[in-house]
């Protein structure tokens, strides 16, 4: 099983600054990394995959970056609605073995 | 618009069954590869099944192999995942999602979108 593992737990950035959430693979998992949004009482909503490609209703805001074991998720231009829990998910293995981080908790001050 | 619907959830005595659906909306369900992927506060998100648009190929995670059949009715576009045997820690809220693309053959994929999951508690 691939682990992932995401740092840190818990990030507080003000509105307009910048946020960066990372995320590691225990091995490769090249560039098949996506992330999630989930706001409470909400399902996660899909933000990037592949990485780095934002997915149709995703903020030029929201990038993501890496490749191989380290991968990263920068949050420009803070907003109040962005205080979420941020995972990400490796789908490398085949068959499948889907596995997520833990998550970051992101606040907004 | 894409709208997946979960129900079945409830409340279990340990070793009970439960039956769990899931209604697609919105879109060609029969092309789709579908997924279930539970949440709990213990585990966080975990991958449980997931299944190919025929239904001719099924897959599982590894905790829960044995115990849990998924299967899908095209004709209703209906997915549905049986679970037997469980246990306090199958305790979560389990969303139904679907591959992001249409395709014959599953490959791996991330999960998009996903529905607003139904929540089992498995407890005497």
């Known amino acids: 099983e691939i682990v992932m593992t995401q740092s840190p737990g818990t990030l507080s950035v003000s509105p307009g600054e910048r946020a960066t959430l990372s995320c590691r693979a225990s091995?490769?998992?090249?560039?098949?990394l996506a992330w999630y949004q989930q706001k409470p009482g909400q399902a996660p909503r899909l933000l990037i995959y592949?990485?780095?490609t934002r997915s149709t209703a995703t903020p030029a805001r929201f990038s993501g970056s890496g490749s191989g074991t380290e991968f990263s998720l920068t949050i420009s231009n803070l907003q109040s609605e962005d205080s979420a829990v941020y995972y990400c998910?490796?789908?490398?293995?085949?068959?499948?073995?889907?596995?997520f981080g833990q998550g970051t908790k992101l606040e907004i001050k | 618009e894409v709208q997946l619907v979960e129900s079945g959830g409830g409340l279990v005595k340990p070793g009970g069954s439960l039956r769990l659906s899931c209604g697609a909306s919105?879109?060609?369900?029969?092309?789709?590869?579908m997924h279930w992927v539970r949440q709990s506060p213990g585990r966080g998100l975990e991958w449980v099944s997931s299944?190919?648009?025929?239904?001719?190929?099924?897959y599982y995670s590894d905790s829960l192999k044995g115990r849990v059949t998924i299967s899908r009715d095209n004709s209703k576009n209906s997915l549905t995942l049986q679970m037997n045997s469980l246990r306090a820690e199958d305790t979560a809220l389990y969303y139904c999602?679907?591959?992001?693309?249409?395709?014959?053959?599953?490959?791996?994929?991330?999960?998009?979108?996903w529905g607003q999951g139904t929540l089992v508690t498995v407890s005497s």
């Open positions: 998910q490796q789908y490398d293995q085949w068959p499948p073995m889907y596995t």
């Open positions: 999602a679907r591959d992001p693309q249409s395709s014959e053959f599953p490959r791996p994929n991330y999960f998009d979108p």
């Open positions: 592949g990485a780095s």
């Open positions: 299944i190919s648009s025929s239904g001719s190929y099924t």
């Open positions: 919105g879109f060609n369900f029969s092309v789709y590869t």
């Open positions: 091995r490769s998992v090249y560039n098949n």
